[in-house]
């Protein structure tokens, strides 16, 4: 499964729906995230691809979309 693909399944584990979205689609606009579930998916992502996200990028803009949170991923350093 691609990193991509990956993300889709964690936001949806984390919505708890079915989603059917764009990789650059808003996901607290469109309503699937919000700020409550928002440490809910970053303890995901830390679980998933075993990295540390600092409370400091607890930023709703920075997890906005699967693209916003691939770029994220790709430019992260433990």
Do not use: W
């Not at 469109?30 to 992502?45: I, R």
């Not at 990295?51 to 699967?66: E, H, M, T, W, Y």
Request: negative net charge; charged residues 30%; aromatic residues 6%.
């Amino acid at each position: 499964m691609d990193k991509q693909n990956k993300l889709i399944e964690i936001v949806r584990r984390v919505a708890g729906k079915p989603i059917d979205i764009a990789p650059v689609d808003s996901l607290f606009e469109s309503g699937l995230l919000d700020s409550f579930t928002l440490p809910d998916l970053v303890n995901e992502l830390e679980s998933e691809f075993s990295i540390r996200i600092p409370d400091s990028d607890l930023n709703p803009r920075k997890f906005d979309s699967v693209e916003r949170i691939q770029a994220y991923l790709d430019n992260h350093r433990s």
